[in-house]
């Protein structure tokens, strides 16, 4: 039999889904299962940008320009100038989800062996991304004693090779919630240029930020031009995330063109998608205000039921819909696997994502767990209850 792909032996599987099994036979067996593991928002898609969908009068179903539909492109400079972040629609790629944004940026802006660094822990798949580009994700840890915060900018440097040509962020982050200031950016903005960097930016939470907050994106950094480039996409914004439509933006023409090749390759991006997407920045103004008050409420919620368990430690996030949570356990994955397959309260268990598939480096995490609150507030507290009386009883 022929050997498979040594990248494919490399490729990590997802922290996130790795633990399914056990969560679908615990539902065979009638337990309910509160998925607090994956970032799968319960707040309805809104009818409006589905009706759009629905009401497509489209007698072919074709291929879109391989930059994307240009009203759709054209749409999207509303939205960005909205957001403090002025651009014109030949700098934008519609993209497969934020994932295809972030492995063209990878494909263009690096060749294998290269080194990307990342502030640990991070979205898991960024590894992925990685492996599948043959790149090397340096990451620098960060501590949830100060809550995730951007790690010194001495410890940046002291990770710059010759070989590193980009640092990577998600902001507000995915796993902590974590959510980048001014000035945590104006550190990024001192090294990237200081060095020839890019500077990859993950901005699919850009509405979810608290505590009166504001969102700030690395394409609106001023001596940015050539370096930053911006990764999004409508999946949480506006919870869509099957219709797979995210955005390449970046005001460098040379890397935009070269990404415009791999666009090529693939062809183009999906036509009813992108129908939503237009549709979805005609929302109304005010249509995250009820949007933003509840995820708000399911952070307070959800950090305080969290902190008052006995050995649980969980910072305050700033942005997203995730927290990242310190347990009295000595493995997480044991314990999420043990929850699931042996554990019961009111007939319902919890499903968290072990925080060590969110690490590069190997042993950190190992007893934190990423929550994602994206149930409703009744759904938050039975799950915090049943994590309350599964701690209870645990043994390492």
């Not at 409006?48 to 749409?75: P, W």
């Not at 994106?217 to 409508?234: F, N, R, V, W």
Request: proline share 6%; charged share 20%.
């Amino acid at each position: 039999m022929p050997s498979i792909a040594n990248r494919g032996e490399q490729m990590p599987p997802s922290p996130i889904r790795k633990l399914v099994p056990y969560a679908e036979a615990a539902k065979k067996k009638g337990v309910k299962v509160f998925h607090l593991n994956i970032g799968q928002p319960d707040i309805e898609t809104p009818k409006a940008i589905l009706d759009a969908v629905k009401n497509t009068d489209m007698k072919v179903l074709e291929y879109s320009h391989s930059a994307g539909f240009e009203s759709y492109r054209r749409k999207l400079v509303t939205y960005y100038d909205r957001n403090g972040i002025h651009i014109d629609h030949n700098q934008i790629i519609v993209t497969t989800g934020g994932s295809e944004a972030i492995l063209f940026a990878m494909m263009s802006c690096m060749d294998p062996g290269d080194e990307i660094i990342i502030p640990e822990p991070f979205y898991a798949n960024y590894n992925g991304f990685a492996i599948s580009a043959g790149i090397k994700v340096v990451p620098i840890p960060s501590s949830i004693e100060t809550g995730f915060a951007l790690p010194p900018i001495e410890a940046f440097e002291k990770a710059v090779t010759p070989r590193t040509k980009a640092i990577m962020i998600c902001n507000p982050n995915n796993p902590t919630g974590y959510l980048y200031s001014l000035e945590e950016l104006e550190v990024l903005k001192q090294i990237c240029l200081k060095h020839d960097l890019f500077l990859f930016s993950d901005e699919a939470y850009r509405e979810f930020c608290y505590d009166g907050r504001k969102h700030i994106s690395a394409l609106s950094l001023e001596g940015m031009e050539k370096h930053a480039i911006l990764m999004d996409t409508i999946s949480k914004r506006y919870s869509a995330c099957g219709g797979r439509i995210g955005a390449f933006v970046t005001k460098n023409k040379i890397v935009l063109d070269t990404a415009m090749k791999f666009a090529q390759a693939r062809l183009s991006p999906p036509s009813f998608a992108q129908i939503l997407g237009e549709a979805a920045v005609d929302l109304p103004a005010n249509y995250f205000d009820a949007v933003h008050a509840e995820y708000n409420a399911r952070r307070d919620l959800l950090i305080a039921r969290l902190n008052k368990i006995e050995g649980v430690t969980c910072p305050c996030p700033g942005g997203a819909f995730y927290a990242i949570a310190k347990l009295p356990v000595e493995d997480s994955e044991k314990f999420c696997q043990w929850l699931l397959e042996d554990f019961s309260f009111n007939n319902a268990t919890v499903m968290m994502a072990p925080a060590a598939g969110f690490y590069a480096t190997k042993g950190m995490g190992k007893n934190e767990v990423r929550l994602a609150y994206v149930l409703n507030l009744d759904d938050i507290n039975a799950a915090m209850d049943c994590l309350d009386a599964a701690l209870k009883i645990y043994k390492n």
